[in-house]
C-alpha cells in the first residue's frame, strides 16, 4: 500500500503560482513513477505530468509543458507540482498517483497505469 496526501492547492489570480506537495508513505517511493493529474468540474480526469521514479526525467502534457514543473524529494518521500502562469482554465482538483515502475512503460500517461491515487487538492484560479 502506498498512502498520498496532496496539499499547497488554494486560490490564486490568474498569472499566479501555487507550489503542490504530496507526501506518500508506505512502500518503497522510488519504485514508483509519480503523476499529477488533474479534474474539473463535467471534465474527465486529465493527465498533467510525470516524474521518473529516480527524478532523471519528467514528461508534461502539452498544457502544462512551460508552465508547470514537477520535481521530487526522495529523502522526503514528497513530490511536487510546481504551477507558474495560471489560468482560470487550471481550476480543477488536482491529484497525484503513484505508478508502479514494473508496471508501466515510459512515460506512463494513463490514469489507468496508475494504482494509487491522493484525495486531491482543489486550485481554483481567479481571473
Known amino acids: 500500500q502506498v498512502q498520498l496526501v496532496e496539499s499547497g492547492g488554494g486560490l490564486a489570480q490568474a498569472g499566479g503560482s501555487l507550489r503542490l506537495s504530496c507526501a506518500a508513505s508506505g512502500r518503497t517511493f522510488t519504485n514508483y513513477h509519480m503523476g499529477w493529474f488533474r479534474q474539473a468540474p463535467g471534465k474527465e480526469r486529465e493527465f498533467v505530468g510525470v516524474i521518473s521514479r529516480l527524478g532523471a526525467s519528467t514528461f508534461y502534457a502539452e498544457s502544462a509543458k512551460g508552465r508547470f514543473t514537477i520535481s521530487r524529494d526522495n529523502a522526503k518521500n514528497t513530490v511536487y507540482l510546481q504551477t507558474n502562469s495560471l489560468k482560470p482554465e487550471d481550476t480543477a482538483v488536482y491529484y497525484c498517483?503513484?505508478?508502479?515502475?514494473?508496471?508501466?512503460?515510459?512515460?506512463?500517461?494513463?490514469?489507468?497505469?496508475?494504482?494509487?491515487w491522493g484525495q486531491g487538492t482543489q486550485v481554483t484560479v481567479s481571473a
Open positions: 498517483a503513484a505508478a508502479d515502475r514494473f508496471a508501466t512503460t515510459w512515460p506512463p500517461s494513463r490514469a489507468a497505469t496508475y494504482y494509487y
